[in-house]
């Protein structure tokens, strides 16, 4: 009975009552006890929704069908009216109005015979009228132009036109089919608001013209409005518009607005009547259509004959209907998706949009134009809570009353309110998209939806379109250059020193104002746009001078970059005022990479390989961690990093030698490259505490104690520093009965994610790395770079040779890259926050050499170890305790 109750408690007739039944309905149906079910009929016969379909339903359905009937069919006489507002096609008006409003059946009855939505409503759509209207024009100047005759011009337009609306639905059917409804994305939303707020200036300056009967257009010909007879005539309609506007948008009945439109014309008749008008005065006063005859069905399909149509206009037209499927696909998208938000659930936008698409071929197969979902009738009808396909059958069954009607709807409808409903449309878009916008959108692209605005106005629908694409563009560059951020942050790498070497580096490599190791995470693309804007930042935050002259001197002539920066900085720009005043350059710079999105040629040579030869003449070892894959080979092709890894790998142990660092760091005007930033804070950690202690380096590091086994009790005495005896008192850590040693295999798991944390873990021999995803074989693809000169196989990846073993690094070092984000070594201990905040664990372990040795400590080893060794399980607890305060180190 709760569901009912909730039922209940909402108003009788308000939408959010009528949204809830509909939805609610099916549950009820299948899940209900008999009680319910019988409560539920009830408030649906108070809604027009029963379980068997009555008479009420079926009078529901009529209702909610002439409700929109109502709404629809004055805006589609006018979208005749903005399609064929050229001239020469006045004399036909009638019939091409009631051609409109069969494309819109047409559209009907494509959604209610293939869309998933039960009340869809589709028509002709105003998204695409500026473009049939556009080629419509063309055809006919052109046509004109050359002498041919009003039945050749009106052949050739409706071919071409429905030709290109059938064109249309094929590529939208394709679209859905390969589900590319995302690629209209790609056209940016500013660019497609100031497009939709040009269709409403469009809509709105055919409303007027329709009103005083009169051509509009260009922007010179609202001076007929200022004529005293084109005014009076004028005004009523820009009235109508506004009331009509007033009442969608401040109106809380949703059937305020078919009840307005229905008054209008009937107060506008009564009060003529009253002062004595008839309607032959009214004609001839210009406030109702001329005088004419209906045209009979089979008259609309004789306005074509194919042996007039001229072929030879359709490339003229063609730039025209891409612009068209761009549109109309970006709008489409929209209402899908504003459909399926107020509904509550997402829809499948490539299968509505290849029903769109259907819709649209079945259109222009029988002489029809573009459409789509009408998303505010969809939206009320899905809201009465009568979800049924017989709304869209009399909505159907209306437009065909009127196509075969032989009433001339045109000669007895006021032509201000015929043109109030396009009025109408051109206030509530040029609204929404020129102000109320401005509350959605950054002022850059605000700007932007003005400009395409303009352009269009000036420069026409396509020129105008594509000037705003190339606008935003642009904006969207100058925005990204200053999106990439450079943050200092104060990472320690897990490598496993002794307290007296962790001293070492505290007052020599992290202390002070001038620290000697320096790490910088770089995040967001770095492209030509942005590449001098990132070379500014590194080089204010590590203290070095860009106008320096040796640094002049250094650079390569003849590269595209090399002397950029030089002449158009000078000394004045670089020694900010305030701004991190007498910094001393550090000794080693890390930058890490991983958030890096994008780098391209230009940034490659114009900020890192500019950076590697200014901070080799402060003798600044600059590394890089963290790369992706195209990063590593962007920086390799363009000398910024030493192209052979196995080169590199020498450099590297060169630099860890004392006797041969000296040499081997002033020769080097490289970036080294590492896999992690752990790694690369390591590399850059053992020079400084070698300087204290001749030929030392940690005790993880594999080439220092390669595989040996280390055990548990000699690991922890070392990274806690213990006396000989705490020593002792770790001696007896070795009993099988407090730990466990296990020995894996390469690319074994420790541990899965997500998995209870039963212990915690010290890396005896071998190494361990973290992992966010397993390590799977990995896709021959990902080794390809895609260049200038084709595909290149990527070789030469920063696989941290000395990290894991050779089968592993040829078999799943593209898996690493995507996968580990730290490693451990000998002396490396993990595993131990899950398992001391008893959570699931965070991320999954895997042995990346073989014959990895890890000491296995339990929770049933603790209590063991607590109950029988109270003063050995305190030193463990200290470990551990030096555990996590390391790893907040590295992570801060």
Same mark, same amino acid.
């Given at each position: 009975?709760?569901?009912?109750?909730?039922v209940?408690?909402?108003?009788?007739?308000d939408?959010e009552?009528?949204?809830?039944?509909?939805?609610?309905?099916?549950?009820?149906?299948?899940?209900?006890s008999?009680e319910?079910?019988?409560?539920?009929?009830?408030? #649906?016969?108070?809604?027009?929704?029963?379980?068997?379909?009555?008479?009420?339903?079926?009078?529901?359905?009529?209702?909610?069908?002439?409700?929109?009937?109502?709404?629809?069919?004055?805006?589609?006489?006018?979208?005749?009216?903005?399609?064929?507002?050229?001239?020469?096609?006045?004399?036909?008006?009638?019939?091409?109005s009631?051609?409109v409003?069969?494309? $819109?059946?047409?559209?009907?009855?494509?959604?209610?015979?293939?869309?998933?939505?039960?009340?869809?409503?589709?028509?002709?759509?105003?998204?695409?009228?500026?473009?049939?209207?556009?080629?419509? #024009?063309?055809?006919?100047?052109?046509?004109?132009?050359?002498?041919?005759?009003?039945?050749?011009?009106?052949?050739?337009?409706?071919?071409?036109?429905?030709?290109?609306?059938?064109?249309?639905?094929?590529?939208?059917?394709?679209?859905?089919?390969?589900?590319?409804a995302?690629?209209? *994305?790609?056209?940016?939303?500013?660019?497609?608001?100031?497009?939709?707020?040009?269709?409403?200036?469009?809509?709105?300056?055919?409303?007027?013209?329709?009103?005083?009967?009169?051509?509009?257009?260009?922007?010179?010909?609202?001076?007929?409005?200022?004529?005293?007879?084109?005014?009076?005539?004028?005004?009523?309609?820009?009235?109508?518009?506004?009331?009509?506007?007033?009442?969608?948008?401040?109106a809380?009945?949703?059937?305020?607005?078919?009840?307005?439109?229905?008054?209008?014309?009937? /107060? @506008?008749?009564?009060?003529?009547?009253?002062?004595?008008?008839?309607?032959?005065?009214?004609?001839?006063?210009?406030?109702?259509?001329?005088?004419?005859?209906?045209?009979?069905v089979?008259?609309?399909?004789?306005?074509?004959?194919?042996?007039?149509?001229?072929?030879?206009?359709?490339?003229?037209?063609?730039?025209?209907?891409?612009?068209?499927? =761009?549109?109309?696909?970006?709008?489409?998208?929209?209402?899908?998706?504003?459909?399926?938000?107020?509904?509550?659930?997402?829809?499948?936008?490539?299968?509505?949009?290849?029903?769109?698409?259907?819709?649209?071929?079945?259109?222009?197969?029988?002489?029809? =134009?573009?459409?789509?979902?009408? &998303?505010?009738?969809?939206?009320?009808?899905?809201?009465?809570?009568?979800?049924?396909?017989?709304?869209?059958?009399?909505?159907m069954?209306?437009?065909?009353?009127?196509?075969?009607?032989?009433?001339?709807?045109?000669?007895?409808?006021?032509? @201000?309110?015929?043109?109030?409903?396009?009025?109408?449309?051109?206030?509530?878009?040029?609204?929404?998209?020129?102000?109320?916008?401005?509350?959605?959108?950054?002022?850059t692209?605000?700007?932007?939806?003005? =400009?395409? !605005?303009?352009?269009?106005?000036?420069?026409?629908?396509n020129?105008?379109?594509?000037?705003?694409?190339?606008?935003?563009?642009?904006?969207?560059?100058?925005?990204?250059?200053?999106?990439?951020?450079?943050?200092?942050?104060?990472?320690?790498?897990?490598?496993?020193?002794?307290?007296?070497? /962790? %001293?070492?580096?505290?007052?020599?490599?992290?202390?002070?104002? $001038?620290?000697?190791?320096?790490?910088?995470?770089?995040?967001?693309?770095?492209?030509?746009?942005?590449?001098?804007?990132?070379?500014?930042?590194?080089?204010?935050?590590?203290?070095?001078?860009?106008?320096?002259?040796?640094?002049?001197? $250094?650079?390569?002539p003849?590269?595209?970059?090399?002397?950029?920066?030089?002449?158009? %900085?000078?000394?004045? &720009?670089?020694?900010?005022?305030? %701004?991190?005043?007498?910094?001393?350059?550090?000794?080693?710079?890390?930058?890490?990479?991983?958030?890096?999105?994008?780098?391209?040629?230009?940034a490659?040579?114009?900020?890192?390989?500019?950076?590697?030869?200014?901070c080799?003449?402060?003798?600044?070892?600059?590394?890089?961690?963290?790369?992706?894959?195209?990063?590593?080979?962007m920086?390799?092709?363009?000398?910024?990093?030493?192209?052979?890894?196995?080169?590199?790998?020498?450099?590297?142990?060169?630099?860890?030698?004392?006797?041969?660092?000296?040499?081997? %760091? $002033?020769? /080097?005007?490289?970036?080294? +490259?590492?896999?992690?930033?752990?790694?690369?804070?390591e590399?850059?950690?053992?020079?400084?505490?070698?300087?204290s202690?001749?030929?030392?380096?940690?005790?993880?590091?594999?080439?220092?104690?390669?595989?040996?086994?280390?055990?548990?009790?000699?690991?922890?005495?070392?990274?806690?520093?213990?006396?000989?005896?705490?020593?002792?008192?770790?001696?007896?850590?070795?009993?099988?009965? !407090?730990?466990?040693?296990?020995?894996?295999?390469?690319?074994?798991?420790?541990?899965?994610?997500?998995?209870?944390?039963?212990?915690f873990?010290?890396? /005896?021999?071998?190494?361990?790395?973290?992992?966010?995803?397993?390590?799977?074989?990995?896709?021959?693809?990902?080794?390809?770079?895609?260049?200038?000169?084709?595909r290149?196989?990527?070789?030469?990846?920063?696989?941290?040779?000395?990290?894991?073993?050779?089968?592993?690094?040829?078999?799943?070092?593209?898996?690493l890259?995507?996968?580990?984000?730290?490693?451990?070594?000998?002396?490396?201990?993990?595993?131990? +926050?899950?398992?001391?905040?008893?959570?699931?664990?965070? &991320?999954?372990?895997? *042995?990346?050499?073989?014959?990895?040795?890890?000491?296995?400590?339990?929770?049933?080893?603790?209590?063991?170890?607590?109950?029988?060794?109270?003063?050995?399980?305190?030193?463990?607890?200290?470990?551990?305790?030096?555990?996590?305060?390391?790893?907040?180190?590295?992570?801060?």
């Amino acid at each position: 009975m709760a569901n009912y109750d909730e039922v209940n408690k909402l108003r009788p007739g308000d939408p959010e009552s009528l949204s809830y039944g509909a939805t609610s309905s099916v549950r009820f149906e299948e899940e209900g006890s008999p009680e319910e079910k019988r409560l539920l009929n009830k408030i #649906n016969l108070s809604r027009g929704k029963t379980n068997h379909k009555g008479v009420q339903h079926y009078a529901y359905c009529v209702v909610y069908a002439l409700v929109n009937v109502i709404i629809g069919a004055p805006a589609l006489y006018g979208y005749a009216a903005v399609i064929f507002n050229n001239p020469i096609f006045d004399g036909h008006m009638n019939a091409l109005s009631k051609l409109v409003i069969f494309s $819109s059946l047409m559209h009907q009855l494509g959604f209610t015979l293939f869309s998933n939505l039960e009340y869809a409503i589709g028509m002709v759509q105003d998204a695409g009228l500026i473009f049939l209207s556009h080629m419509a #024009n063309t055809i006919a100047d052109r046509m004109v132009d050359d002498g041919h005759s009003e039945e050749e011009i009106l052949s050739t337009t409706l071919v071409l036109l429905c030709l290109g609306t059938a064109a249309l639905g094929v590529v939208l059917i394709l679209m859905g089919k390969f589900r590319l409804a995302d690629a209209v *994305a790609y056209l940016p939303m500013p660019v497609v608001g100031g497009y939709l707020a040009f269709i409403g200036y469009f809509c709105l300056q055919a409303g007027v013209a329709l009103c005083i009967s009169t051509p509009m257009m260009n922007l010179l010909d609202w001076g007929h409005i200022f004529d005293k007879g084109n005014f009076v005539l004028a005004v009523p309609g820009l009235l109508a518009g506004l009331v009509l506007t007033m009442t969608s948008r401040l109106a809380k009945s949703s059937g305020a607005l078919p009840m307005v439109m229905i008054v209008i014309p009937a /107060l @506008f008749y009564l009060i003529t009547f009253l002062l004595g008008f008839s309607l032959d005065d009214l004609r001839s006063a210009g406030w109702v259509g001329a005088h004419a005859p209906s045209v009979p069905v089979s008259d609309l399909f004789r306005l074509v004959d194919f042996g007039m149509v001229r072929w030879d206009l359709v490339p003229e037209i063609l730039p025209t209907w891409v612009g068209m499927v =761009f549109v109309v696909s970006f709008s489409s998208c929209l209402d899908v998706a504003a459909i399926g938000i107020d509904r509550g659930e997402a829809l499948d936008t490539n299968k509505e949009l290849a029903t769109v698409g259907i819709c649209n071929l079945m259109s222009g197969v029988t002489f029809g =134009f573009t459409g789509s979902y009408i &998303f505010s009738q969809t939206i009320f009808t899905y809201r009465t809570g009568v979800h049924d396909r017989t709304i869209g059958v009399l909505i159907m069954v209306a437009f065909l009353y009127i196509v075969v009607s032989p009433v001339n709807v045109l000669e007895i409808s006021p032509l @201000f309110f015929l043109g109030s409903t396009l009025i109408f449309i051109g206030y509530d878009l040029m609204l929404e998209w020129l102000w109320e916008v401005r509350h959605q959108v950054f002022l850059t692209e605000y700007l932007i939806v003005c =400009f395409t !605005f303009c352009a269009i106005q000036v420069v026409g629908i396509n020129f105008g379109v594509v000037v705003g694409v190339l606008v935003a563009i642009v904006e969207h560059i100058f925005s990204t250059a200053h999106n990439t951020v450079v943050n200092r942050v104060e990472k320690r790498s897990n490598a496993v020193w002794s307290p007296s070497d /962790l %001293k070492i580096l505290n007052d020599g490599a992290y202390s002070g104002g $001038s620290p000697r190791i320096v790490t910088l995470e770089v995040i967001g693309p770095v492209f030509f746009g942005s590449a001098l804007h990132l070379l500014n930042l590194i080089t204010d935050e590590i203290g070095l001078d860009q106008s320096d002259g040796d640094f002049a001197g $250094s650079m390569s002539p003849g590269t595209p970059h090399s002397s950029s920066v030089i002449l158009t %900085k000078n000394q004045s &720009f670089y020694m900010k005022s305030g %701004k991190k005043p007498h910094i001393r350059p550090p000794s080693y710079l890390v930058l890490d990479l991983a958030g890096m999105t994008n780098l391209d040629a230009s940034a490659a040579r114009g900020c890192f390989l500019q950076l590697a030869k200014m901070c080799a003449k402060k003798r600044i070892m600059v590394c890089a961690a963290g790369a992706s894959n195209k990063t590593e080979w962007m920086l390799r092709s363009h000398d910024v990093s030493l192209v052979d890894v196995e080169d590199e790998q020498l450099v590297k142990e060169r630099l860890l030698d004392p006797e041969l660092r000296k040499g081997a %760091k $002033s020769s /080097l005007e490289k970036i080294l +490259l590492f896999l992690t930033a752990q790694e690369a804070l390591e590399f850059c950690e053992t020079p400084i505490v070698q300087s204290s202690n001749k030929s030392k380096r940690s005790l993880s590091s594999s080439k220092l104690v390669g595989s040996e086994e280390q055990s548990i009790s000699f690991v922890l005495a070392y990274i806690l520093g213990s006396s000989n005896e705490e020593a002792k008192v770790l001696g007896r850590l070795e009993d099988k009965r !407090f730990h466990e040693k296990i020995v894996l295999k390469s690319n074994e798991k420790v541990f899965y994610k997500n998995t209870y944390p039963d212990a915690f873990y010290v890396v /005896l021999s071998g190494c361990v790395a973290r992992q966010t995803t397993s390590l799977i074989p990995p896709d021959p693809r990902s080794k390809l770079v895609l260049t200038g000169a084709g595909r290149v196989e990527q070789k030469n990846m920063n696989s941290a040779i000395d990290l894991f073993d050779d089968k592993f690094i040829a078999e799943q070092k593209d898996a690493l890259k995507k996968g580990v984000v730290a490693v451990w070594r000998i002396g490396g201990i993990f595993g131990y +926050l899950d398992y001391l905040m008893e959570r699931q664990r965070v &991320f999954q372990a895997a *042995a990346t050499q073989e014959g990895t040795m890890i000491a296995k400590v339990t929770r049933s080893h603790m209590d063991v170890l607590k109950s029988e060794d109270p003063e050995l399980h305190a030193l463990v607890q200290k470990a551990l305790l030096y555990a996590c305060t390391m790893d907040l180190a590295y992570r801060s």
